[in-house]
């Protein structure tokens, strides 16, 4: 098993204060890891990762994820950014040059109750007619 090291390194200057921040986060259990560059078509609602009981091709298992990260690597084009359970649909604009990141494949959409639920799908579609370039990285154990 291998430790994933995340560093998240925020760099802000404020009214001439520095309020700059370093976080370093080890992510241990790490097993597996998918690591992907891809271009999405026009129109079309592409599903970058799912998740399962079981491991199939492009599917991880529900309970082993440990981090995910999408970028979007297009200069003009954002990406929406699907998020499904078997209860709940979250949808997210991801814009030009930013990233998307998952620490847990449990998700709710309710405000009342908190009941998670697994997500079962990652989908991806560029914005209006355009293609768009994404990379994603998903580290299981």
Request: proline share 4%; net charge negative.
């Amino acid at each position: 098993m291998a430790t994933l090291k995340l560093f998240i390194n925020e760099q802000l200057t404020l009214d001439g204060d520095d309020r700059s921040t370093v976080q370093s986060i080890d992510i241990s259990d790490v097993n597996y890891l998918d690591h992907r560059t891809m271009l999405l078509p026009a129109g079309v609602k592409t599903s970058v990762f799912n998740f399962d009981t079981e491991v199939e091709a492009g599917t991880f298992k529900e309970d082993k994820l440990k981090y995910a990260r999408v970028t979007n690597h297009s200069a003009t084009i954002p990406v929406n950014i699907e998020v499904s359970s078997s209860r709940q649909k979250l949808n997210f604009r991801m814009e030009p040059q930013q990233s998307f990141y998952l620490p847990s494949s449990q998700i709710t959409g309710s405000l009342t109750g908190f009941s998670y639920d697994y997500i079962s799908s990652i989908n991806l579609q560029p914005s209006g007619s355009n293609t768009a370039k994404v990379e994603f990285y998903i580290a299981t154990s």
